[in-house]
């Protein structure tokens, strides 16, 4: 119901764009959060999106280089990433919000910042 | 900014209780959830709203919340039951805060 793309290899310093399709529910009704886990490390909140997406939330390292996005009309959430760093290494996943929780997730698509 | 804190390591025998704990400052205010996740795999939630089963999650897992902790218990373990558990809550209603994750092992 929730499968994430876009991830790759880029450069430190670089960009990338990852997309999550939703199917099998009103996309339009739910926050949708990112979430990432670093090779080995625990999750990690990225950044919200309110249903209509006149609210984002992030996490404080990713202020000013990271940007949720959705189309509603293309059941789509969208995180821009620039300015990348090593850091950011991470297998990305998109997670439905019901409620307070996460009651769906994606597969995950990792990203890998290096030179 | 909030923090949710779990122990790195929980051992348990089959068909014991395994109790998992998520320390954060009145964390009892707030709604705590609780993922599983394999190796490979994304996550799975297991409980919500502190204590409340999403189907298909068995009823050997149970959660609470009061104070500064909340706590998964897992009755009867089962060798499937091995994996990394996750506490979350939500911060000020605008961010999410994760634990650090516990590693369960079931030996």
Not at chain 2, 44 to 51: E, F, G
Request: hydrophobic share 30%.
């Amino acid at each position: 119901q929730l499968v994430a793309s876009g991830g790759g290899l880029v450069q430190p310093g670089g960009s990338l764009r990852l997309s999550c399709a939703a199917s099998a529910f009103t996309f339009s009704s739910y926050w949708m959060s990112w979430v990432r886990q670093a090779p080995g490390k625990g999750l990690e909140w990225v950044a919200n999106i309110k249903q209509d997406g006149s609210e984002k939330y992030y996490v404080d390292f990713v202020k000013g280089r990271f940007t949720i996005s959705r189309d509603n009309a293309k059941n789509s959430l969208y995180l821009q990433m620039n300015s990348l760093r090593a850091e950011d290494t991470a297998v990305y996943y998109c997670a439905r919000v019901n409620s307070v929780e996460y009651d769906y997730w994606g597969q995950g698509t990792l990203v890998t910042v290096s030179s | 900014s909030y923090e949710l804190t779990q122990p790195h390591s929980v051992s348990v025998s089959p068909g014991q209780t395994a109790s998992i704990t998520c320390s954060g400052d009145k964390l009892g205010n707030k709604y705590a959830s609780w993922y599983q996740q394999k190796p490979g795999q994304s996550p799975v939630l297991v409980i919500y709203q502190d204590n409340k089963r999403p189907s298909g999650i068995p009823e050997r897992f149970s959660g609470s919340n009061s104070g500064n902790t909340a706590t998964l218990t897992i009755s009867g373990t089962q060798a499937m039951d091995e994996a990394d558990y996750y506490c979350q809550a939500w911060d000020n209603n605008t961010h999410v805060v994760f634990g650090g994750g516990t590693k369960l092992t079931v030996l």
